[in-house]
């Protein structure tokens, strides 16, 4: 059974400290994603990765970065947490030939 | 920018078929169809896509219109764990990342 997993359930941290969420994928695939979702505006992507050491700004990249050092292992920095970066992230992962993404269960981060 | 239209919420009698359209004009030749769903505090879920032809798997039928430019998801009989907020996606090559509207919010009714 394929399987995304995300470090952390629910996460809580203060204003200014750097947070780390990863994501690990279990079927060797190429693609990785990160998104985050908030009400009323839906998915919005993040940052996405075609390959280790690959990695492309999505649709709202400010405020974060990520790492892909190993084809299974994507992780999600928010060098410096602010309020309105509390939300709810999810990754995902697809196959270069195929057509399913495959998401985490998510992490709900609230930043004070 | 999502590139699909969809009625922002529906409601469905338990056992019967949910039939949820889906409105891409936009599409073209070698473009994609995707339909996921989120259920309450979990991560979205693949349901089906299509390219220009019918398609049916074990959790839904995809019915796409001659011009492309629609396509409704059917849920054969939705039971009330079929309560979700389902996303059309598209026009999408396949291999890129995915844009996510608001989805349709599907309530199945006892």
């Known amino acids: 059974d394929v399987k995304v997993t995300q470090s952390s359930r629910y996460l809580v941290k203060r204003t200014g400290e750097k947070v780390f969420l990863e994501c690990v994928q279990d079927?060797?695939?190429?693609?990785m994603f990160w998104y985050r979702q908030d009400p009323g505006l839906g998915l919005r992507l993040i940052y996405f990765?075609?390959?280790?050491?690959?990695?492309e700004k999505g649709d709202i990249p400010e405020g974060y970065s990520v790492s892909r050092e190993k084809k299974e292992r994507f992780s999600l920095i928010l060098e410096s947490a602010s309020t309105n970066q509390t939300s709810m992230y999810l990754c995902?992962?697809?196959?270069?030939?195929?057509?399913?993404?495959?998401f985490g269960p998510g992490t709900r981060l609230t930043v004070l | 920018d999502a590139k699909t239209t969809q009625p922002t919420s529906m409601d469905c009698a338990e056992g019967r078929a949910a039939n949820l359209p889906c409105n891409h004009s936009t599409i073209s030749g070698n473009e994609y169809v995707y339909w996921y769903r989120q259920i309450h505090s979990q991560g979205p879920q693949y349901i089906i896509h299509g390219l220009k032809n019918n398609e049916t798997n074990e959790m839904a039928s995809l019915i796409i219109t001659e011009d492309r430019k629609s396509s409704t998801l059917i849920l054969p009989h939705a039971t009330l764990r079929d309560t979700a907020v389902y996303y059309c996606i598209g026009p999408n090559s396949g291999n890129t990342p995915l844009v996510f509207g608001k989805g349709t919010r599907l309530s199945v009714i006892a």
């Open positions: 995902a992962s697809l196959s270069h030939l195929g057509h399913t993404q495959y």
């Open positions: 990765s075609y390959d280790v050491k690959m990695k």
């Open positions: 079927m060797d695939h190429e693609n």
